[in-house]
C-alpha cells in the first residue's frame, strides 16, 4: 500500500544519504518491478540512477516513462538530461527541442522557455556536436548564467515552493526580479516543475536555497515527494558544473538544501553543498 511504499522510499533516502548507492537504487527499483505501469516510481528510479552516476540505465528507465506519458513535457526533459549525461547530446537536444517548439497543457507554464534555455546551453556545450539545422533558430540563443537552481519533483497535483535567498536578504518571488536582477519565472502549482531561479550576475555573498511542500491534490501517490534540487554554477558555459540534491517532503514541510558562499570570481563550492 502506499505508507509501506512511503516506507522503503524513506528507506532508500536514508541509504542515498550513508553513502550506499547500490541499496538506495535496489530499493526503488524492486518497488518499480512491483509496478511498470507507474511512471511515479520509475521517475524515482531514474532519478535514484542519475544521482548514482548511471545515466545509461537512467535513459532507459525514463524512456519507459515518455512511453508512458508523452503529454507531460517532463518526461521528455528527463530523458533529455540522462541522455546528456550519458553523452548522447543529439538525442538530449531532440528530447529539448521537442519540448520547446510543442504547445503543452497550461498547468506547464514556461516550459517551453525553460527547455529552449537548456537547448542552447547544451550546443554551446557540445560545439559542432550537435546537429541543429533542422530547429527553429529563434530558439537557439545561449544566454549564460553565473548562477542556475532548478526544483523538480516526482508528485503530480502538488505544489512545491523554490525558495531562493541571495546576499541581500532578499528571497526570490515568482514573476518578479530581484534587486540583483535573479529571476524566479514560474510558480508550478500542478505538479512535477520545474521551477528555475537564475541570475545572470551572481553578486558575492551568502545564498541559501529552501524547498517548500505548499500542499497536494494527488489522492493516489506517496504523501512526501520525492524533491531534486539542481544547483549550477557557469550555466551555458565550458566551465558549467552542476551538484543534484535529493530530498524528501512532507506535506507543509519547509527544508533548506544548501547554504553557500559565492565568490567574487563566479564560483561556488558545489562540492560542500549538503
Same mark, same amino acid.
Given at each position: ?5 512511503? =516506507? ?13 548507492a ?15 505501469e507507474?511512471? =511515479? ?5 531514474? =532519478?535514484?540512477?542519475?544521482?548514482a ?13 515518455? #512511453? ?6 517532463q ?12 553523452g &548522447? ?28 534555455? #537548456? ?26 548564467? &553565473? ?5 523538480t ?39 512535477? /516543475? ?20 505548499? /500542499? ?8 512526501p515527494?520525492?524533491? &531534486? ?14 551538484r ?7 506535506? =507543509? ?22
Amino acid at each position: 500500500d502506499e505508507g509501506t511504499r512511503a =516506507h522503503y522510499h524513506d528507506i532508500a533516502q536514508l541509504l542515498a544519504e550513508r553513502g550506499l548507492a547500490d541499496l538506495a537504487i535496489r530499493v526503488p527499483s524492486n518497488l518499480a518491478e512491483i509496478d511498470l505501469e507507474n511512471r =511515479h516510481l520509475l521517475r524515482i528510479l531514474g =532519478h535514484r540512477l542519475m544521482a548514482a552516476g548511471n545515466p545509461e540505465l537512467a535513459s532507459a528507465v525514463f524512456a519507459r516513462v515518455l #512511453e508512458l506519458a508523452p503529454y507531460e513535457p517532463q518526461s521528455h526533459r528527463d530523458l533529455a538530461l540522462a541522455c546528456g549525461a550519458a553523452g &548522447q547530446a543529439q538525442k538530449a537536444a531532440n528530447h529539448l527541442y521537442e519540448i520547446a517548439r510543442r504547445t503543452w497543457h497550461a498547468r506547464f507554464p514556461g516550459i517551453q522557455e525553460l527547455a529552449a534555455a #537548456e537547448l542552447s546551453a547544451l550546443g554551446a556545450r557540445a560545439g559542432n556536436g550537435i546537429d541543429t539545422s533542422r530547429m527553429d533558430a529563434r530558439l537557439l540563443r545561449n544566454l549564460p548564467l &553565473q548562477l542556475r537552481v532548478v526544483a523538480t519533483w516526482d508528485s503530480d497535483n502538488t505544489n512545491i515552493d523554490l525558495v531562493v535567498t541571495d546576499p541581500n536578504g532578499e528571497v526570490a518571488q515568482p514573476g518578479r526580479l530581484t534587486f540583483q536582477g535573479g529571476r524566479h519565472a514560474w510558480n508550478f502549482f500542478g505538479g512535477y /516543475g520545474p521551477e528555475e531561479f537564475a541570475l545572470k550576475h551572481a553578486k558575492p555573498g551568502r545564498y541559501q536555497v529552501a524547498v517548500r511542500h505548499a /500542499g497536494t491534490r494527488q489522492q493516489t501517490l506517496l504523501a512526501p515527494t520525492t524533491v &531534486q534540487i539542481a544547483i549550477t554554477t557557469g550555466f551555458g558555459t565550458s566551465g558549467e558544473r552542476t551538484r543534484v540534491v535529493t530530498r524528501r517532503l512532507a506535506p =507543509h514541510q519547509t527544508l533548506t538544501v544548501a547554504d553557500f558562499d559565492f565568490s567574487e570570481g563566479g564560483t561556488a563550492p558545489l562540492a560542500e553543498l549538503r
